[in-house]
């Protein structure tokens, strides 16, 4: 065997281990006899002597003796330290204490205290323990390490063999030979998987945190069964390594590249305080790990603390609970008796809410169509505008046409007067519309006294048509078919506003302003008009309307008409008609129709009202949009449950069902909505302001599921009182009373 120095581990080779096994196996007799105490039986054998048992004779008590018989295989200064750091730990209770020491007797011998019910390893053997008796054991051994590190020694080798139990089961830690005083600067190896992944160094320095390490870990063996990271593939590298050293490094990278052990937090009865703190001992990094035993202890009085409180916080929930149980049928008594009222009266202010909104908005669409036409009317009045259309409109026809067909591509500047006069009258407004954030126009144009179009602000192919069966034309609230003008059609007589129609262009609901254009002797002599799209003018004063509640009610605004409830504009339409094809918009346009059961509540109103209400008020209202959603786009014709019938589309044809879209599920809810008429242009739009029925009801809502809650809580209360009680009162007497389970002695050791 090579020399160490005497702070180094001493190290046996294969060879020195088979030696020393036989000729401590020799004979069962005990090495030799020491005064005062009559040896009983053998206990063990270790690499450098026996252990024995024996009896004191003053007392009586029992000890263990352990004789060193092989002077030649020792390291004499090893084992001289290691008396050394028992002897500063000998107040402690929690650690085997060194009873004698025979350096000059033959052969040397330790006298200690014997603990009778053997180790930890063995009582691990049986399989793990429950939790609360590991915590109980490894708060004995930080109890223990405590005293240890307060004398300045670190065990270095802490490990389930090396925790002796003693005859009440309580744990008292042994075997300093690899232990080092806190001053020391040289390296001890402890035992596989449950030493530190630094300390498997033979440079390292001692470090508490190595004793931390072994807590977590023999603490994960007796709540699992056995010791962090340990695996069949890592046994096999280690038993393959052909040296220390490899085996040291096998060890050290095999902890460092391994996932976290995590089988202690699927055991029963591990809360994650508990989980936690052996995850902090286990830390791979030094720095992350608890700093010594005194932390660990801290840690484990507080879960302690923490669950002797959980019965008391529980019964301090009882109380709370009877008086809710108490109450509770009163509560929902009363709520039962007014929730009706409640829901009527929050109805009807909400429909208050949204009828004042639907005059103020109608209110304003008006006024917004009523300046448009004025700024038709201010243009015409113009003397330079006016005397230069009195002379095109008696102009021949063809040549106004063709004058605005050959000019439309020139500048500006070198339009004919008439063209630019118009022109400019239309930059102008729409200049003031964008300071006044007003939507702008689709259209300006102008027809002659038959309705054929001479100009348009952005030329297009129109020009030259006749247009006189239009409604912005003849102001009879109809559009004509082209073929079939009745004889008598004349120009309108006075300012307009069309009934609403679909553009060509966009596919959405449009309105034509148009004021008749006079000669100096007072006879119309044309049609002036600009368009503008509905859901242009909605969307905006929309916003105007919705600004002083927006942030706390949403409300969507539409426009119907009232005579077929044609829905003309709404949000949906604004924003996904351009991403549909021409056909489906088609399809869904004929069926966004008011369903029946909303068309016999307005019935119903304009009943009370002889037929002319200021508002309309519908506690129950289904949004004409909603229905699209996983429907056809058009409903079976044979189908008046739900829409007003169309069975044909507008060449005649039956329209046939479209494939299924799935859009507009955020219409499909409940809704409550109040309409308003304009009133002043004879027009027969509808302006609905709606609201989701839940958000207006929500507070009655919150009532009911509140009552229903508080109704079940006081049931289960009531059923659940007793149990509680009886439950917490058992769990605590069985924690006063429990033990932990017996162990058995190891065998030899029944008694002399």
């Not at 004789?67 to 050394?84: A, D, I, K, T």
């Not at 490990?159 to 001053?183: E, T, W, Y």
């Not at 029963?268 to 830390?283: F, M, T, W, Y």
Request: proline share 6%; net charge negative; glycine share 6%.
């Amino acid at each position: 065997m090579t020399s160490q120095n005497p702070g180094d581990t001493q190290v046996q080779n294969e060879d020195d281990h088979e030696r020393s096994r036989r000729l401590s196996l020799q004979g069962n007799r005990p090495p030799a006899e020491i005064e005062g105490y009559t040896v009983v039986r053998r206990l063990g054998t270790g690499a450098y002597g026996t252990v024995w048992l024996a009896r004191e004779d003053r007392t009586g008590r029992m000890v263990a003796i352990k004789y060193y018989p092989h002077r030649r295989g020792l390291n004499w200064s090893m084992l001289h330290r290691e008396v050394e750091k028992l002897a500063a730990v000998y107040t402690s209770r929690n650690i085997v204490r060194l009873l004698d020491v025979g350096w000059t007797a033959e052969p040397p011998y330790f006298v200690m205290e014997f603990v009778e019910n053997g180790s930890l390893g063995s009582y691990l053997a049986a399989g793990p323990l429950s939790v609360d008796e590991a915590v109980r054991i490894t708060r004995e051994v930080c109890s223990a390490l405590i005293d240890a590190h307060g004398a300045g020694v670190l065990h270095c080798d802490l490990k389930p063999d090396n925790v002796l139990l003693d005859g009440q089961l309580h744990a008292r830690i042994c075997d300093f030979g690899q232990a080092r005083m806190s001053h020391e600067q040289s390296p001890a190896l402890g035992t596989l998987y449950y030493m530190a992944p630094e300390q498997a160094d033979m440079q390292a320095l001692p470090d508490s945190r190595w004793d931390v390490y072994a807590v977590g870990a023999m603490m994960y063996h007796m709540i699992t069964g056995q010791p962090p990271f340990r695996s069949d593939v890592m046994q096999k590298q280690l038993e393959a390594a052909e040296s220390l050293s490899d085996r040291l490094e096998i060890y050290r990278s095999a902890i460092q590249t391994s996932p976290v052990p995590s089988l202690h937090r699927s055991v029963r009865g591990v809360d994650s305080r508990l989980a936690d703190i052996i995850d902090e001992c286990l830390a791979v990094e030094p720095q992350k790990r608890l700093p010594n035993a005194q932390a660990v202890r801290d840690l484990l009085d507080a879960r302690d603390r923490h669950r002797s409180r959980r019965p008391l916080l529980l019964l301090g929930v009882v109380g709370p609970v009877l008086l809710m149980a108490a109450m509770v049928p009163i509560f929902v008594t009363a709520l039962e008796n007014n929730l009706a009222m409640t829901e009527e009266g929050l109805t009807q202010r909400a429909l208050e809410s949204d009828a004042l909104s639907a005059r103020l908005q109608a209110a304003a669409l008006e006024d917004e169509l009523l300046d448009r036409l004025e700024e038709l009317e201010l243009v015409l009045a113009d003397e330079e505008v006016g005397s230069a259309l009195e002379d095109v409109l008696n102009r021949p026809t063809d040549d106004v046409i063709a004058e605005m067909k050959a000019s439309h591509i020139l500048p500006l500047e070198d339009r004919p007067r008439w063209i630019q006069l118009l022109d400019m009258a239309q930059q102008r407004c729409t200049e003031a519309n964008t300071r006044r954030n007003r939507s702008p126009d689709t259209s300006w144009f102008l027809t002659d006294r038959d309705g054929i179009q001479l100009w348009r602000q952005k030329y297009e192919s129109t020009v030259g048509e006749c247009f006189n069966w239009r409604d912005y034309f003849h102001g009879r609230n109809e559009e004509f078919d082209p073929e079939q003008v009745p004889q008598d059609i004349q120009p309108i007589q006075d300012r307009h506003v069309s009934l609403a129609f679909r553009s060509n262009a966009t596919d959405r609901y449009m309105v034509a302003l148009s004021v008749p254009v006079r000669d100096s002797e007072g006879e119309v002599i044309g049609v002036f008009a600009r368009t503008a799209h509905l859901g242009e003018l909605q969307a905006r004063l929309g916003q105007r309307m919705q600004g002083s509640d927006a942030d706390s009610v949403r409300r969507i605004i539409a426009l119907a008409d009232s005579r077929d409830w044609q829905l003309l504009d709404h949000p949906w339409l604004t924003e996904s008609l351009l991403e549909l094809p021409d056909q489906t918009i088609d399809e869904i346009f004929h069926q966004l129709r008011l369903d029946t059961g909303t068309i016999r509540q307005i019935e119903s109103a304009m009943a009370q009202h002889n037929g002319q209400p200021e508002d309309i008020r519908l506690p129950v209202y289904t949004d004409p949009v909603g229905r699209l959603s996983g429907m056809p786009a058009i409903s079976d014709p044979a189908d008046t449950s739900d829409a007003l019938p169309d069975p044909q589309n507008a060449s005649g044809n039956s329209v046939k069902p479209a494939e299924p879209w799935n859009g507009t599920d955020e219409y499909q809810r409940p809704w409550i909505a109040a309409m308003s008429p304009i009133t002043n242009m004879q027009s027969p739009w509808m302006v609905i302001v709606q609201e989701e029925r839940a958000t207006a009801l929500q507070p009655i809502d919150d009532m009911a599921r509140r009552a229903t809650r508080h109704a079940w809580m006081a049931v289960l209360a009531a059923l659940t009182l007793m149990a509680i009680i009886w439950s917490v009162v058992w769990r605590a007497f069985n924690r006063s009373h429990s033990t932990v389970r017996p162990v058995a002695p190891p065998p030899g050791l029944s008694g002399p």
